[in-house]
């Protein structure tokens, strides 16, 4: 049974940081392509950013770049999302998923963490 469980989501300030977690199991994590995307409240479910199976390549939407930086460790079957210079347009419930086809749908999801920043 394959489990993809977030963590690391809470309430910040504009300006702050949050580091999230994504711990895999059952599958085989070294394989998939991972992502994270995130869903404001009323807005659909956006593409953020991924990372190759290796974590040589990583792909950020523009609103992003420069702000937000993935990672993996494959050896603790994670990827990380770090978060710095929050704003206020950064408030959604982040979710990490896998794919073994970069640019190919996600296979599997996890069940959301919630970003809240206060301006």
């Known amino acids: 049974q394959v489990q993809l469980v977030e963590s690391g989501g809470g309430l910040v300030q504009a300006g702050g940081s949050l580091r999230l977690s994504c711990a895999a199991s059952?599958?085989?994590?070294?394989?998939?392509?991972m992502g994270w995307f995130r869903q404001a409240p009323g807005k659909e479910r956006e593409f953020v950013a991924r990372?190759?199976?290796?974590?040589?390549?990583?792909y950020y939407i523009d609103s992003v770049k420069g702000r937000f930086t993935i990672s993996r460790d494959n050896a603790k079957n994670t990827v990380y999302l770090q978060m710095n210079s929050l704003n206020s347009e950064d408030t959604a419930v982040y979710y990490c998923?896998?794919?073994?086809?970069?640019?190919?749908?996600?296979?599997?999801w996890g069940q959301g963490t919630q970003v809240t920043v206060s301006s």
């Open positions: 059952g599958l085989p994590f070294s394989k998939y392509v």
């Open positions: 998923a896998a794919t073994l086809v970069i640019k190919g749908n996600y296979d599997y």
């Open positions: 990372i190759s199976w290796n974590g040589a390549n990583t």
